[in-house]
């Protein structure tokens, strides 16, 4: 029977590092913007050795998801004008779509590191 992927894994120790806040902040940011895990990243730096494989969530592009949110405010607007003087059946829609653009609004501003 072939052995599962965690019983022939060749890494069998684990290191552990302290940073400060900023310090583990730009690891974080540098790892992400590589699109690797924080441990490939920094085994690349000590060991020059090639990461293995780059991490199954792509990197975020911060500059898009900052447009992004930018083009669901303006969206926003435009429905709250639109909503104004429109009879009842039109409100569950409007409400609807309201609370759509709410949560990729809250998703946006979590994959930046953000407070809603």
């Not at 965690?6 to 400060?20: C, G, I, V, W, Y």
């Not at 293995?52 to 969206?75: E, F, H, N, W």
Request: aromatic residues 2%; positive net charge; charged residues 30%.
């Amino acid at each position: 029977m072939a052995r599962s992927g965690s019983e022939k894994r060749q890494r069998k120790t684990t290191l552990s590092a302290r940073f400060n806040d900023a310090e583990a902040a730009l690891v974080k940011e540098r790892a992400a913007r590589a699109g690797v895990p924080v441990a490939a990243l920094i085994r690349h730096a000590v060991l020059a050795e090639k990461p293995l494989r780059k991490s199954r969530t792509p990197p975020l592009d911060r500059k898009i998801a900052a447009q992004l949110l930018g083009q669901l405010g303006v969206l926003a607007t435009a429905l709250r004008e639109a909503s104004v003087g429109n009879d009842r059946t039109d409100d569950a829609i409007i409400d609807a779509a309201h609370q759509d653009l709410s949560e990729m609004r809250a998703v946006l501003f979590e994959a930046l590191g953000r407070r809603p």
